[in-house]
């Protein structure tokens, strides 16, 4: 029987349809003990980033519990962003947790990898992703993205074509107090990209992201072949 397969990151999320038409309005300062939260779990992310780096270079495995740990933080990131000025999709208030949390319409995870090459995590984070961090960086603030990578998620804050498009989205908000579909698939479809980019730079994965724009709430699956 066949399965279904894709990209190991996983990013879902479904539009709220009771999203105000005001509250984005003061949504940055609801989001301030989120924001204060991640600094330290962005740190925390960086210390763990370094020491798997090492583990797969000795071990070709990323340690399960530190991957885990970094999976939470850029699910939480992602949480907060739908939230707030990443997208505005919502207006459910972030849990305060690493854990995947399923009744938020905002969700990511990550398939753990058993082996992971370790000449590739000597190069994969900087060389490789460089052409993906260009085209993140239009998409989600430009060149302090790029030269950061997956180390700087204040995306929400730096501009770039997402937060262009939030404004169109929170204008709309504001005076249909409807969130237009097609411009909430290209929104996701772009933090999508940013957080493909973001798994592959932070070695949890050797799954090249695809140059691929996948529109809409759902992430795209493929149907696995059926052995013979």
């Known amino acids: 029987m066949a399965g279904s397969v894709g990209y190991p990151v996983h990013v879902n999320a479904a539009l709220d349809p009771g999203t105000s038409r005001w509250l984005w309005l003061v949504k940055w300062i609801l989001a301030i003990p989120h924001w204060v939260v991640l600094l330290f779990l962005w740190i925390g992310f960086l210390v763990v980033s370094v020491i798997a780096f090492f583990a797969i270079l000795f071990t070709e495995r990323y340690p399960r519990a530190l991957f885990d740990f970094n999976v939470g933080v850029l699910r939480w990131s992602w949480r907060v962003n739908y939230y707030a000025y990443g997208a505005l999709a919502t207006d459910q208030y972030p849990p305060f947790t690493l854990a995947e949390v399923e009744s938020y319409p905002a969700r990511l995870t990550v398939d753990y990898p058993e082996r992971l090459s370790r000449g590739l995590v000597l190069v994969k984070w900087w060389l490789l992703a460089i052409p993906h961090y260009i085209i993140v960086g239009i998409f989600v603030g430009g060149g302090s993205w790029a030269a950061n990578g997956s180390d700087d998620w204040a995306w929400s804050v730096a ?33 999508r990209w940013a957080l493909r980019v973001s798994g592959y730079s932070a070695l949890m994965t050797d799954v090249y992201p695809p140059f691929r724009l996948d529109l809409g709430g759902s992430d795209p699956v493929a149907e696995a072949p059926t052995p013979d």
């Open 159 to 191: 501009g770039g074509l997402v937060g262009v498009l939030v404004v169109f989205a929170a204008i709309a908000l504001l005076f249909t107090g409807t969130y237009p579909r097609s411009l909430f698939d290209l929104v996701l479809g772009l933090n």
